[in-house]
């Protein structure tokens, strides 16, 4: 496995968004939880190649769930992090931390 | 709600793995989409969605080169040997298909390398393993003599006296044959030819189990008073006579000596590692003073 490399931030965002769905984060409620809770209405293509992205990069780990009748007998592929993801995303957060660190009043 | 048999075509374009997955997504938001939306609209919102994965896709694969993902746990514990085997096989055939360069090179360096080892496993097979074309090859020695004050470990020949001796009074041995390469001029039929040959004693061919076509030397050949001899090998009597049936009791020139031709030696039974080889088979003889002193001709 690779050494840790920083994330983008998109990434981060995604990796956060499947944190907060837990056992529930495939690619439309991933996508759905971006857009409540950022705003941002990010295409499919994108959750999915960075999906796609971050499991090659040992991120993320995927299974199948259940095929259901609704998606036409097809099943959910859920994420959800790995060891490393987590460690990436504390170790991003303690660099933005550091960054902001005596600039909050500035900036808001 | 399912997706248009079009579509669903389309994203066959997707990776393997992710293929299933994404055309289920689409399919529940289609189905959310289309109550809402009307069907025209949700129909070309579906292609078109579909089209720019699609793309999406091609184009991380050009641009990244795309990577397979690690297979997930639970797959991983249903697949089979044979699963892993052949997914293995089509991924590198995959490969193998995506890089035409580093293709031929494999192809090339697997090529030399089975040709080279065929070349030396058959070099292998013809001059260690395979027993020689004799009956009883086990049991065959070659003696060799030795001068203690040269060499203790250097063999050379033997001399004549000494083969006389000993195939007049060795016990171990069921026979003892001598035998001298040289290389002899075969003319007076055609174009002169320079052969390889062999001189030896008679007893040879009984020694080693074969059975010439015609008859073996005589012992009373050993005479240097009686006419030369010879027999051909099979190869040379196919090359150089063209497997002419009536060639024992035929004189040849070897060396300008007329030699009478008493056999024709069974194909693969000796001179066949060369094809144009020819074994000659004079007698030995004691020289006209009748003393210890023979010599090969």
Redesign the interface.
């Given at each position: 496995m690779s050494a840790l490399q920083p994330l983008g931030e998109f990434e981060h965002v995604v990796l956060l968004a499947i944190l907060r769905l837990g056992d529930a984060a495939?690619?439309?409620a991933i996508r759905g939880e971006i857009l409540a809770r950022t705003g941002r209405r990010v295409?499919?293509?994108s959750i999915?190649?960075t999906l796609?992205?971050l499991?090659?990069k040992?991120y993320l780990?995927?299974?199948?769930g259940d095929?259901?009748p609704?998606?036409?007998g097809?099943?959910?592929?859920y994420y959800a992090l790995r060891p490393r993801a987590v460690e990436a995303l504390k170790e991003s957060r303690r660099a933005l931390v550091s960054l902001w660190r005596g600039h909050e009043g500035t900036l808001t | 709600m399912a997706l248009p048999a079009g579509v669903i075509a389309l994203l066959n374009a997707l990776p393997r793995d992710l293929r299933d997955s994404v055309a289920g997504d689409l399919a529940e938001e289609y189905g959310a989409f289309a109550p809402r939306a009307g069907r025209l609209r949700a129909s070309v919102w579906i292609w078109w969605t579909a089209l720019r994965l699609v793309c999406l896709f091609q184009r991380e694969r050009l641009t990244r080169g795309r990577r397979l993902p690690p297979v997930p746990e639970e797959i991983r514990g249903r697949m089979s040997i044979w699963d892993s085997v052949r997914q293995d096989v089509v991924f590198g055939a995959r490969m193998l298909r995506r890089q035409p360069g580093f293709t031929f090179v494999a192809v090339i360096t697997l090529a030399i390398g089975i040709g080279a080892n065929t070349a030396i496993f058959s070099i292998v097979d013809r001059v260690l393993w395979r027993p020689l074309p004799f009956q009883d090859p086990g049991s065959l020695v070659v003696i060799a003599g030795q001068r203690p004050r040269e060499s203790a470990t250097l063999a050379g020949p033997v001399s004549p006296g000494d083969f006389l001796d000993w195939r007049d009074m060795s016990r171990t041995f069921t026979a003892i044959a001598a035998t001298s390469s040289s290389a002899l001029n075969l003319s007076g039929d055609g174009e002169p030819q320079r052969v390889r040959a062999l001189s030896v004693s008679p007893g040879f061919l009984e020694a080693l189990g074969v059975a010439p076509a015609g008859r073996t030397f005589r012992r009373e050949e050993e005479d240097p008073d009686r006419a030369r001899v010879a027999i051909l090998s099979d190869a040379l009597w196919r090359v150089r006579f063209g497997a002419d049936p009536k060639i024992i009791g035929r004189t040849i020139l070897l060396n300008a000596r007329p030699h009478e031709v008493v056999g024709v030696l069974p194909r693969g039974s000796g001179g066949r590692r060369i094809r144009k080889c020819s074994c000659r088979w004079p007698s030995i003889r004691r020289n006209a003073s009748g003393g210890p002193f023979t010599r090969f001709r």
């Open positions: 495939y690619a439309v295409s499919r293509g999915y190649i796609d992205r499991e090659t040992g780990k995927s299974w199948l095929p259901t609704e998606r036409g097809r099943a959910k592929r | -």
